[in-house]
Structure formats: C-alpha cells, structure tokens
C-alpha cells in the first residue's frame, strides 16, 4: 500500500485516487493547487501539491517538471 502526500500533512492511498484537477487562477491561493478525488469520500480533497507531482508519486515515476511537447492534449 504506497501512500501519497497531498501537502498540508494529508496522506492518501495512492490505489484510492481516481481524479487530479488542476485548480485554476483565483481558485488557487493559500497553498491550494489540486482537487483530488478518493474513493470513498464523497468530496475531493484540495492538496498544496500539483497534480503532476502528486501523479509522479502515484506511479513512481520521476516525471516531475516534465514539460508537455506543443500540440499534447491535457486532461482537462
């Protein structure tokens, strides 16, 4: 069972996030930078973390700051 910092010293099992979403301009503040989705609890989570650090920690991969070629689509 790996577990995943989201920031603000919240963990969640990386098996239970179905979503990341990027928060947008006035959206973010205070640290806030992701909407995570987990199962089992009806409301995602905000983390202090990006969406692309949080996935990277999902898969293991060290992906970090990769940046995404012109012309790739993003999830959202």
Do not use: C
């Not at 990027?22 to 609890?41: C, D, F, K, Q």
């Amino acid at each position: 069972m790996d577990m995943v910092a989201l920031g603000f010293g919240k963990y969640v099992r990386a098996d239970r996030i179905y979503a990341l979403e990027p928060l947008e301009g006035g959206e973010r503040g205070h640290g806030a930078r992701t909407r995570v989705w987990v199962e089992g609890i009806a409301d995602p989570i905000v983390a202090s973390r990006s969406e692309r650090a949080i996935l990277a920690d999902m898969t293991g991969s060290q992906a970090r700051g990769r940046k995404r070629p012109d012309g790739e689509n993003q999830l959202f």
